[in-house]
């Protein structure tokens, strides 16, 4: 009988769980696509680039579901928040406290499994969206990876089942301690006025010291470390708060004092609207300007660490290709893309020695970054005489570099002889030419890059001995980026989905804050009308007032994020890189959850007749 | 003295044409001068509520035509009725519906602003207003901190302060004790008697009805019956009284078609 009344209830009440279930289920969609990326065992097994994006993926999970939870928790709440008068009218037809708990938690879960099931599609849907453009990006196949993954569902049902069943149940024990009159009084509640501030000069000057230490710490990441590591996060969300709560009923104020512009129209009701609901939204305000922070950071940083995997290899490499004989094939292809310098140089090999022709070493230094000062520089020339201490020849720092640069594959396996031409000439040992090309732009001929590697496993195992083309490789420029670049866009994939995660879920909360208080504006909305107010002036204060509401913690969590990226400068070299397209995407969700919420609101309050 | 108000032939028919449809106002002709007092009595659902609505242009004619001021209002645009509630009328609701958001300065200086009037004008006339009510000190507070009295007052001060040509009550003391019912009544009469203000109110109670100058009482949609007051206000009370009994012997019902 009562579970009949609250299915009635919940159908009554259809809009509002229609935006509590969109934020669910990006999330669970979200979840289960990390969970799939980061436990297809298989796939794990087949290839080392995927297992480093699993590690990642994995990292991404832990900190959705901690994020998920207190989503949760305070949907689970509002959910309560609708239907506490309902209760409590069952409770005066003589419905037991035991009986409402129980179709509250029933409810709870039914939603939570609604959810899951419309989820989980999506997020098999997204998987296999991911799985392909990894796919694409790297280069690779995922023959063993399995989209529908069912440990992945497991877990996933797991999570949010458990996290639904605790949160629901905590706000049952609300629920059993709420008496009947407070139920039923529940909607009538009013904001309350909002307080005279008091010292909130102080307040606002040590928010700004709060965010003024945080953005420091954010700024001098690199040379704080780890004090900064601490110091930034803390200092920031004390920061926000203060702010937020001291500055935003003064900013009201401030308006309000501006008669000619306050008794204007109808900018009275406007700003007085403002004056209430900033006041009692404070809180969540700021809570959402760090989660807007949270959000654009991850994709940004997803974007920035993408693009560092290009621009950092550059650094450690400055030669694209290091080819040992190069053959008609590695030419040919070499032929294709525009070499701006190719260098060769000759060696001789032996069980115990390298050999190396000073000559040709001279008159063609290869290009190196010195260890010291950091710049890309050509050795000095070698000297007549190198001494030898302890079996080994003794070479300048830059030489030293440069000999790796030569010989990537061989050089550290014996000792290495720089020798005149004459004593290279008689020297004993197999002799092997290595070309060393270099082109302006390394990204540009990623194919190519990948094919000459191919091309050189014919080569390796001539070289080294018991080379195994299956299980072994050797250190080119072309395979450290491989791996660097999985991992960038396993981050990328990862930021931006838990991005977008967080961003949905940090806008249906905003969302349901505002709906939540347009129940009590429909009387006031209704005598504006009578009183004369046209139609489109009460859907103009509307929009500008949620504008306002959503501008707030738009701005102060866009500028955490300028500020923020700042920190990835100590591993990276372009934090800011394609920060707009990141910023764009944040706009796109955040102004279509503004003019959702407006359009809501407007159906709402302002009912056609 | 000039017609203020003018109903022609006033039908109201809620629902579609055919079978759901309810005629609450029939036919219904009446008109007001310049400076009246009139009360509209009847039983519940007679049209009461209806019938002010349609004065106050928030809700449409099915037939028929009302004239305000001298302008019909019954073939105006949504826009254009707005623009004329604004300029032209005042309301006081039964709850007085003072928007809580606002002082009460902002309250009553809200139609005001609506006309763009400028600051200085707001000020000097909310000044003065609210000076003849009393609500002078109470003029920064929010009406949660009010007593029923002072939000009551604070609503006339708002139905007034821009001198519209007809101010409209739907049971204005509906909410009231009978000691502020009284006060709220007083205010108007007198209101009304000095300023010649045009007060419309419905009203179900015989002892509001008595501050009135005229009563209409409407049954089924229309007009039954009119009183005018002529002796004291307890006379015209008692002849109230007189004609409430007599009417209720009647059954009452709606119409149907
Ligand atoms: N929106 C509507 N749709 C359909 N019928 C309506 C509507 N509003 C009122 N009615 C009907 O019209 C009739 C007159 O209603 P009205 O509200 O005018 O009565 P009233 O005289 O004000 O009654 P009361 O004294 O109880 O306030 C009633 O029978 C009512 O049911
Ligand atoms: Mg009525």
């Known amino acids: 009988m009562i579970l009949k009344l609250a299915i009635n209830g919940l159908k009554k009440k259809q809009r509002d769980y229609l935006i509590l279930f969109t934020g669910l289920i990006i999330s669970i969609a979200v979840f289960y696509m990390f969970l799939t990326m980061s436990l297809n065992k298989e796939f794990i097994l087949q290839n080392s680039v995927i297992n480093n994006i699993q590690v990642v993926f994995l990292v991404g999970t832990v900190m959705l579901s901690i994020i998920t939870f207190f989503y949760l928790f305070y949907t689970n709440s509002f959910l309560l928040s ?63 990876f399995k989209v529908v993954y069912l440990p992945a569902v497991f877990w996933t049902m797991v999570y949010f089942l458990v996290a639904s069943f605790i949160t629901s149940t905590v706000h049952n024990t609300l629920l059993a301690k709420s008496s009947i009159i407070d139920l039923l009084h529940s909607d009538m509640h009013n904001d309350g006025i909002p307080s005279e501030p008091k010292g909130s000069a102080l307040q606002i000057l040590l928010g700004i010291f709060f965010l003024g230490i945080g953005y420091t710490a954010l700024y001098f990441m690199e040379q704080l470390r780890f004090i900064g590591l601490f110091t930034a996060p803390i200092a920031t969300t004390l920061g926000t708060y203060v702010l937020f709560v001291a500055l935003l009923p003064i900013i009201v104020r401030k308006w309000k004092r501006n008669k000619r512009v306050n008794f204007k129209g109808i900018n009275s009701f406007t700003s007085g609207q403002l004056n209430f609901r900033l006041s009692s939204l404070k809180w969540v305000l700021a809570t959402i300007a760090l989660l807007i922070a949270l959000s654009a950071g991850a994709i940004a940083g997803g974007f920035a660490f993408k ?72 050795p000095d020339p070698l000297p007549e005489e190198l001494e030898i201490e302890d079996g080994s020849q003794i070479v300048s ?47 540009a001929h990623i194919e190519e890059w990948q094919k000459l590697d191919e091309l050189q496993l014919d080569v390796y195992p001539g070289l080294v001995t018991g080379f195994d083309p299956k299980t072994d490789s050797v250190a080119t420029k072309y395979a450290q980026f491989k791996t660097q670049y999985a991992i960038a866009s396993g981050t990328f994939f990862m930021g931006f989905f838990l991005g977008l995660a967080f961003l949905t879920m940090m806008a249906s909360i905003l969302m349901f804050k505002i709906l939540s208080g347009a129940n009590n504006d429909i009387r006031r909305y209704d005598s504006l009308r009578k009183l004369g107010v046209r139609r489109r002036v009460l859907e103009n204060s509307l929009a500008r007032e949620i504008f306002i509401v959503f501008l707030f913690p738009g701005i102060l969590g866009l500028l955490h994020v300028f500020v923020g990226m700042r920190m990835f400068t100590f591993i990276m070299d372009e934090p800011y890189y394609r920060l707009w397209v990141s910023i764009l995407i944040f706009l796109a969700i955040y102004g279509g959850y503004y003019f959702f919420t407006v359009h809501l609101y407007r159906k709402i309050v302002l009912p056609k007749h | 003295m000039k017609t203020i108000l003018k109903a022609k032939n006033v039908t109201k028919t809620y629902g579609k044409k055919g079978s759901a449809a309810y005629t609450a106002i029939r036919d219904l002709s009446f008109s007001m001068k310049e400076g009246e007092f009139i009360g509209i009595m009847g039983p519940s659902g007679s049209g009461k509520t209806t019938l002010l609505n ?15 001021d001298g302008i019909v209002v019954s073939s105006k645009t949504e826009n254009q009725l707005a623009d004329f509630r604004s300029q032209k009328l005042g309301f006081i609701f039964q709850d007085f519906n003072l928007l809580e958001n606002m002082t009460v300065f902002e309250n009553v200086a809200l139609p005001l602003s609506l006309q763009n009037k400028a600051v200085k004008t707001i000020q000097s006339r909310v000044h003065q207003v609210a000076g003849v009510l009393g609500i002078r000190d109470i003029i920064e507070k929010y009406p949660e901190e009010l007593s029923g009295g002072q939000k009551q007052r604070t609503a006339i001060v708002r139905a007034l302060i821009h001198e519209p040509a007809l101010l409209l009550a739907d049971e204005p003391t509906g909410a009231l004790d009978s000691k502020n019912a009284a006060i709220l ?16 109110m419905v009203t179900h109670d015989p002892r509001s009805a008595s501050y009135c100058s005229r009563l209409l009482f409407i049954n089924d949609g229309q007009l039954d019956r009119e009183l005018f007051q002529t002796g004291t206000r307890e006379e015209f009370h008692q002849e109230i009284l007189a004609v409430l009994g007599d009417l209720e012997r009647r059954p009452v019902a709606g119409v149907r078609i």
């Open chain 1, 307 to 378: 693009n560092d995997a290009f621009t950092s290899i550059d650094e450690h490499w400055q030669y694209d290709a290091t080819l040992y004989n190069p053959g008609a094939a590695e030419m040919a292809v070499l032929d294709s893309i525009p070499v701006e310098e190719q260098l060769t140089f000759r060696m001789k090999l032996n069980d115990e020695f390298i050999y190396l022709v000073r000559e040709e070493l001279n008159a063609t230094p290869p290009l190196i970054r010195d260890m010291v000062t950091y710049e890309v520089v050509r």
């Open chain 1, 82 to 144: 609708l239907r506490k008068k309902e209760y409590g009218l069952y409770e005066l037809i003589g419905a037991k406290k035991v009986q409402i708990r129980r179709v509250f938690q029933i409810e709870t879960m039914v939603i939570t499994a609604i959810s899951l099931a419309i989820g989980l599609i999506l997020g098999i849907i997204l998987s296999r969206v991911v799985s392909w453009l990894l796919m694409n990006q790297l280069n690779i196949e995922f023959t063993q």
């Open chain 2, 185 to 200: 009544l007083d205010t108007l009469a007198e209101l009304n008697r000095n300023q010649q203000v045009s007060v419309l």
């Open chain 2, 54 to 68: 349609m004065v106050a242009t928030l809700d449409p004619l099915t037939n028929g035509e009302i004239t305000i």
């Open chain 1, 397 to 443: 720092d830059q030489w030293f570099t440069a000999l790796y640069a030569i010989n990537p594959a061989l050089e550290g396996t014996r000792s290495t002889r720089i020798v005149p031409l004459e004593e290279y000439e008689l020297a004993e040992g197999e002799e092997i030419s290595i070309l060393l090309a270099r082109t302006a732009d390394f990204s």
